[in-house]
């Protein structure tokens, strides 16, 4: 008994060790706890984004009043810093102001598939919900109508739809290329979360030839699904347009019809060099062909689409392994169906579960592409 109260004590070296050990550990506690509630307190209010070795990138964002607000975006601009995301960019955020700092730096400009036919039945349901978070939104179709929809081609039909995607590169690279950073195509039963999209492209130069989409393997060839949409960079819509498109050895001519467009476009992206992405947050998938119960549901995937098992790219994940917590689009939904994702994405969340929550003083990890 005596020797262990002897070790305790200054004289002995164990006893040091001891009380150095802990005075150490007591004084770490109390500069945290400092540290924190000057955090708290807004007293240590100014960070910066920092890209950690380009594999993560760490936001740590803060309440600012308006006028840094305003004078950071001036800064942005004054800078043309779009389309990407450094070390030197300093975030201004407010409440739920990370998506709305996303928007203005990272511009998608998003076409929509579409015609005459469907515009009053699918395309205006596009119209009010997902699209409103798009930087610029164009409606291709066969004619020009104060919707607005562009015409792209003079004839409808499966049978054009190539000749239509070619249009609509063609008219975006000659009106809209300097306008947005990245170009997202998408039909008009294609439902996209934008934020998610911008999460994905938000580590990638736009001036990079790349493009993200649904990867799907058929007949030896590998491409993107069309219906769940693509995002090119604008490097990859230049190189389309300008080099594929002029080439009928890299790319089918406007005149070629009953081709599908997907794989077209996949086969002319690759002829001129453009990287397919790797769209998946670790091995989850982002873009999705089917609705959220057809890709969570097994047995109802595979009564309908048994194709999907030996097309997909990647092995096929079931139940809600199935898709990516960051998950960017769902095809085949219906107008109805639009209001309800609009619903469950944005508005309903249960009480007390807090990462569907984003308020001011958080932290936020963006994983990185694997
Ligand atoms: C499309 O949405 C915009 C913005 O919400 C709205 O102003 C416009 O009237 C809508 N167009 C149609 C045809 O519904």
Not at 295 to 303: A, C, F, H, N, T
Request: aromatic share 12%.
């Amino acid at each position: 008994m005596a020797g262990s109260t002897r070790m305790l004590t200054w004289e002995t070296p164990t006893g040091r060790l001891f009380i150095n050990f802990t005075v150490g550990v007591l004084l770490g506690f109390v500069l945290t706890h400092v540290g924190l509630k000057l955090y708290d307190l807004g007293i240590v209010d100014k960070f910066h984004v920092s890209v950690l070795d380009r594999k993560s990138l760490l936001l740590l964002t803060n309440n600012h009043g308006d006028e840094d607000q305003a004078e950071a975006e001036a800064n942005d601009d004054a800078e043309g810093s779009h389309g990407r995301i450094t070390n030197s960019d300093y975030i201004v955020l407010g409440k739920d102001a990370l998506s709305h700092w996303m928007s203005q730096k990272i511009r998608i400009l998003c076409w929509i598939m579409t015609h005459p036919g469907n515009l009053q039945t699918k395309a205006i349901h596009v119209n009010a919900t997902w699209v409103k978070r798009c930087s610029t939104v164009l409606f291709m179709s066969s004619e020009n109508t104060d919707f607005p929809t562009i015409a792209v081609v003079d004839h409808e039909g499966r049978d054009h739809l190539w000749r239509k995607t070619r249009g609509a590169f063609e008219y975006i690279s000659k009106h809209y290329l300097d306008k947005a950073d990245w170009f997202l195509k998408a039909d008009d039963d294609t439902y996209v979360i934008m934020e998610n999209v911008r999460k994905l492209v938000s580590l990638y130069d736009p001036e990079k030839p790349i493009f993200f989409g649904r990867r799907f393997k058929s007949f030896g060839r590998k491409y993107t699904s069309g219906g769940a949409g693509y995002v090119l960079s604008r490097k990859a819509v230049k190189l389309l347009t300008e080099d594929a498109f002029k080439d009928t050895k890299l790319c089918k001519s406007a005149t070629h019809v009953g081709y599908p467009e997907d794989v077209e476009i996949g086969r002319c992206l690759k002829n001129v060099g453009v990287e397919t992405g790797d769209s998946r947050t670790d091995i989850y998938e982002t873009f999705h062909p089917f609705i959220p119960e057809h890709m969570l549901v097994p047995s109802s995937l595979l009564k309908k689409y048994r194709w999907y098992y030996s097309l997909n790219f990647y092995p096929v994940q079931k139940g809600p392994k199935c898709c990516s917590d960051y998950s960017i689009s769902f095809h085949y939904v219906t107008p109805d169906m639009m209001y309800w994702l609009e619903y469950m994405v944005y508005q309903m969340r249960p009480f007390g579960v807090g990462y569907h929550t984003c308020p001011s003083n958080i932290r936020t990890m963006i994983e990185p592409p694997s």
